[in-house]
């Protein structure tokens, strides 16, 4: 279960990071990627009706964060992520953790820009 202090939320963040963060885009999810001022990584996610009903929404959520919790050792603190789901698929599993490796990459690109 993914802690609470790592929950993303507050519509305004959404919206702030969705807008100017950057995009991870795979098969069947779009991460949105940005620093924060939080001291933990947090993560936000947006499941469309065209993924399924209620339930369903719901269940691919429930996933989805079980996915993500055994990877926030690995995110840099003040992370903040906005995972967008395309399609329902059975198992994220493969596809959050080369999304998460990309992300590290892409934001550790543009930490270096910003620090020259």
Excluded: C, W
């Excluded at 001291?39 to 989805?64: A, E, Y």
Aim: proline share 3%; aromatic share 4%.
């Amino acid at each position: 279960m993914l802690p609470k202090s790592n929950r993303l939320r507050a519509g305004a963040d959404f919206n702030r990071i969705t807008k100017s963060g950057v995009r991870i885009n795979s098969q069947n999810l779009v991460i949105y990627a940005a620093t924060g001022d939080g001291d933990q990584p947090q993560i936000g996610f947006i499941v469309n009706r065209s993924v399924g009903g209620s339930v369903t929404r719901h269940l691919v959520t429930r996933k989805l964060r079980h996915n993500f919790v055994s990877h926030l050792s690995s995110l840099p603190n003040k992370t903040m992520l906005v995972v967008r789901v395309l399609k329902q698929q059975s198992d994220y599993t493969a596809e959050v953790v080369a999304a998460i490796e990309k992300t590290i990459v892409k934001l550790g690109a543009i930490t270096q820009k910003a620090n020259l």
